[in-house]
């Protein structure tokens, strides 16, 4: 059972204020583990050091295994930057221009005139979200891919949200037709893809595309994500009916399913400051925010939300929430400080804003009541 909110703000507000910071992350991580309000592994580093690095509660709640500093987790929407960053390097080798349009790649969908490669990256298409469109018509009995994403898009065409880059709207469906596009372009699958070109040279050993339903294999370590059941008993998502789509929609590549641990992220987040994967420019672009067609701003880059704090600098940030899990990519660039968070209880909220403010002397901001763990990816 979790602790009463109040019981668990005072154990936040009775922090000692002598800590230093990495005492602090600590003391706030265990008060939040203590009141069963967070399951997961930290990383905290500075200019990549790692200031901190810690495991809480298990990554099997029937073997009763531990998790620990390897510890591989579901990443869900934090998927999305390596899905923008495999684009970005198909450019590089000229496979593609980020204003190609989509049919270009899937003549399926023609149907959805003026969606650009660009749009899908920015979130700025207006396509519709194919998570309520399967679960209106595809048959659960058997598991779905991006083919069928694809070919259902393209057999029923349910209405585009706005026309291409008008307004910002959060699409997991782009990113779903990215993996295919990278595909398409590539020859390969998009894991193969992604292990070629990005975690093969950034020796991310232990990151990988995982369709744990599909394609079920043994890994060490891994990180299994539970959801609370009606007895508050935290149970795998694939038992409950409000959340066993993670079963059916387990295939769809690009907008979820990278799995990884917060070493290996840490690589990745050097190699973003670095030219390793793409030229300067290109990297650059890749945290350039997009601009609509009435020439205002979103907040969204290329796999990444954008932010520039009066206190912080620029944040390079995503999180992820799928059932079971809740994931946050938090990057200072400013200040070059990294926050990595990966849980694998989906039902409770992430303490990146307490990191946050540790990291910057500034008052531990008030919590916030818990929030659901079945979020689409």
Same mark, same amino acid.
């Given at each position: ?204 050993? &232990? %990151?990988? =595309?995982?369709?744990?339903? #599909? ?9 299994? +994500?539970? $959801?609370? @059941?009606?007895? &508050? %008993?935290? =149970?795998?998502?694939?038992? #409950? ?9 387990? +295939?769809? $590549?690009? @907008? ?9 992220? #840490? ?24 601009? #609509? ?85």
């Amino acid at each position: 059972m979790k602790a009463p909110f109040t019981i668990f703000l005072l154990l936040l507000v009775h922090i000692a204020l002598g800590q230093n910071r990495t005492q602090r992350i600590d003391s706030v991580l265990r008060a939040l583990h203590a009141g069963h309000r967070f399951n997961g592994n930290v990383l905290v580093a500075e200019k990549g050091k790692v200031i901190y690095s810690q495991s809480f509660g298990y990554a099997n709640e029937e073997t009763k295994e531990k998790l620990q500093e390897g510890s591989v987790f579901e990443l869900a929407s934090c998927s999305k930057q390596f899905t923008a960053m495999a684009i970005m390097i198909l450019r590089e080798q000229k496979k593609l221009a980020l204003d190609d349009e989509l049919k270009t790649y899937l003549p399926e969908l023609a149907g959805y005139p003026g969606v650009t490669i660009r749009h899908l990256l920015n979130h700025t298409s207006g396509l519709p979200d194919y998570i309520k469109l399967m679960d209106g018509v595809f048959e659960k009995s058997t598991i779905a891919t991006n083919r069928d994403v694809v070919a259902l898009l393209s057999k029923h065409q349910p209405k585009a949200l706005f026309e291409p880059n008008t307004k910002y709207a959060y699409s997991n469906t782009g990113y779903a037709l990215l993996a295919s596009v990278i595909e398409k372009t590539s020859g390969l699958t998009y894991a193969k893809y992604l292990q070629k070109n990005i975690f093969s040279p950034l020796k991310m050993r &232990n %990151t990988f =595309v995982y369709t744990r339903r #599909l394609t079920p294999k043994t890994i060490a370590h891994y990180a299994f +994500g539970y $959801v609370p @059941d009606s007895s &508050n %008993t935290y =149970v795998l998502p694939d038992k #409950l009916k409000a959340t066993n789509r993670v079963v059916w929609l387990d +295939g769809i $590549v690009g @907008d979820g399913t990278v799995n990884s641990t917060v070493q290996d992220l #840490l690589k990745w987040d050097r190699a973003l400051y670095g030219k390793k994967l793409l030229a300067p420019p290109a990297m650059r672009e890749v945290f350039q925010a997009a601009t #609509l067609n009435d020439q205002s701003k979103t907040s969204y880059g290329f796999g990444w939300q954008l932010a520039d704090h009066p206190d912080f600098g620029k944040l390079v940030a995503h999180g992820g929430s799928w059932p079971g899990y809740k994931t946050f990519i938090d990057r200072h660039t400013t200040h070059d400080k990294t926050v990595i968070i990966l849980q694998n209880h989906g039902d409770v909220s992430s303490p990146y804003a307490a990191i946050r403010a540790i990291l910057y002397n500034q008052p531990l901001p008030l919590p916030k009541a818990v929030t659901g763990g079945s979020g689409s990816k």
